[in-house]
């Protein structure tokens, strides 16, 4: 992938939350689904800044010039987006029917979250965000935008999806990286941890471990319920972090071993009944995203691809059409 270009991409589309036009009236919405949108755009904003702060640590963490630049920008994109789904949580509180503030699970998670990523490797980092994004970006804004239904939200979305396009493809460009024999030699020279910052950041990850799975369940999940009843999209999303980690350069690293074994352990009765919850709680995710998803073709033709090639897959999945917008356009 050429980052030069990239970069140049990021610097030239920057935009402002000034440049859309707020004064669009929305469509009409029953009280019910007025809170639903409301909420839902206030805890984007708070999973927003959550992205900022991943992207924050990579740029801590770059060396490479070009690499620290792109993370800059990206920060800076998704501070815009919290701005924006905030704005747009505003736009959408016609009736001030109550007062709504970031779910508790989220403002619980944030910080555990932040103090544990000073302990990541850049790679763990990596793929929390790579991951991140693919739910965020493939399920849960395309489907909330399917449920506002609405003009303004439409407008949003289209200007943070052309910044997601960037984020996904340097975020695949960057799991390409980890897996490596470059990153493999980096890490190796890194300085051993002492003993202390060991304890330090094993508490810091169990406390932040502890916090996610009602974080996940409140953010992502239980609203994913109401804006894609089907589940279809987060299958999708929940497919592609699969494949991905099916890709064999991926496949041998550590992150990826350990998910693979808590979702193969998953698979033996026993296991998922005595430790079906914990293992979910590592994997960080629903149960549904326990099981294979993919085809044994699809597992075996994501190794022929690029991991550009990959993330441009993903990205098409985000355009395309829902049921759903098409039942409500033809209501
Ligand atoms: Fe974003
Ligand atoms: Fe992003």
């Known amino acids: 992938m050429d980052l030069e270009r990239l970069l140049e991409k990021s610097q030239k589309r920057q935009w402002k939350v000034g440049d859309l036009d ?52 990206f920060v800076v994109d998704e501070v815009r987006h919290a701005h924006a789904a905030q704005m747009l949580a505003d736009h959408y509180d016609r009736r001030k029917l109550k007062h709504y503030s970031v779910n508790p699970s989220l403002r619980r998670f944030a910080p555990a979250f932040i103090g544990a990523l000073e302990h990541f490797s850049p790679s763990v980092a ?31 979305m289209r200007l943070i999806n052309q910044d997601e396009s960037r984020h996904v493809a340097m975020d695949f460009h960057m799991v390409e990286y980890y897996c490596s024999d470059a990153w493999a030699e980096k890490a190796e020279a890194l300085p051993a941890k002492t003993p202390a910052e060991e304890v330090q950041a094993w508490s810091a990850i169990t406390k932040m471990m502890y916090f996610a ?81 993919f085809t044994e073709t699809e597992a075996r033709s994501v190794q022929g691809k690029t991991f550009d090639e990959l993330a441009q897959e993903t990205l098409a999945l985000k355009y395309q059409s829902s049921s759903a917008s098409r039942g409500r356009a033809a209501a």
């Open 22 to 73: 707020w004064s669009q009236k929305p469509r009409d919405l029953s009280p019910e689904d007025e809170m639903t949108i409301v909420q839902c755009f206030t805890d984007m904003a708070g999973i927003e800044r959550l992205a900022g702060a991943l992207f924050e640590a990579q740029r801590r963490s770059a060396e490479d010039p070009t690499i620290k630049e792109l993370f800059r920008t």
């Open 126 to 156: 990596n793929a929390y965000t790579t991951g991140g994004e693919i739910m965020l970006d493939i399920a849960l804004l395309r489907s909330i935008n399917d449920f506002v239904d609405d003009g303004m939200s439409t407008d949003v």
């Open 213 to 293: 799975q009602p974080f996940f369940q409140d953010v992502f999940f239980r609203p994913m319920q109401l804006v894609d009843p089907s589940g279809k999209r987060m299958q999708e999303a929940f497919k592609r972090m699969q494949l991905l980690s099916k890709k064999e350069e991926v496949a041998r690293t550590p992150l990826a071993r350990l998910m693979t074994s808590a979702r193969e352990l998953y698979k033996n009765p026993i296991a998922r009944k005595t430790l079906g919850p914990v293992l979910t709680r590592l994997v960080g995710l629903d149960a549904s995203a326990m099981d294979d998803l």
